[in-house]
Nanobody, 117 residues
Framework: QVQLVESGGGLVQAGESLRLSCAAS????????MAWHRQAPGKQRELVAA???????NYSDSVKGRFTISRDNAKNTVCLQMNSLQPDDTAVYYC???????????WGQGTQVTVSS
């Protein structure tokens, strides 16, 4: 069983910053890819940023230049530094991990990020 535990959400004003963290625990060999997705009310869940075990990153166009994803392979953690937050960034943010062996994916429970104007 693999668990993803997120932390760092909250309420901020537009232009401020937040840092999300996620730690993977359980019985597995490695986390192949770790990522953050988000889901705003009435919208589909969307990818925000992803990072492979080799360090390759991918960002959605809406957060490029404002958000930075990073990971610690030894600790199986992933962080999302979110700067210049805007009201459109308001959503529940979910941690995602693709686990080896088996290439099974897991989700965290979600953490609320609210940005007021």
């Amino acid at each position: 069983q693999v668990q993803l535990v997120e932390s760092g959400g909250g309420l901020v004003q537009a232009g401020e910053s937040l840092r999300l963290s996620c730690a993977a625990s359980g019985r597995f060999l490695k986390t192949v890819t770790m990522a953050w997705h988000r889901q705003a009310p009435g919208k589909q869940r969307e990818l925000v940023a992803a990072v492979t075990s080799g360090g390759t990153t991918n960002y959605s166009d809406s957060v490029k230049g404002r958000f930075t994803i990073s990971r610690d392979n030894a600790k199986n953690t992933v962080c999302l530094q979110m700067n210049s937050l805007q009201p459109d960034d308001t959503a529940v943010y979910y941690c995602y991990a693709l686990i080896s062996p088996g290439l099974t994916y897991y989700w965290g429970q979600g953490t609320q990020v609210t940005v007021s104007s």
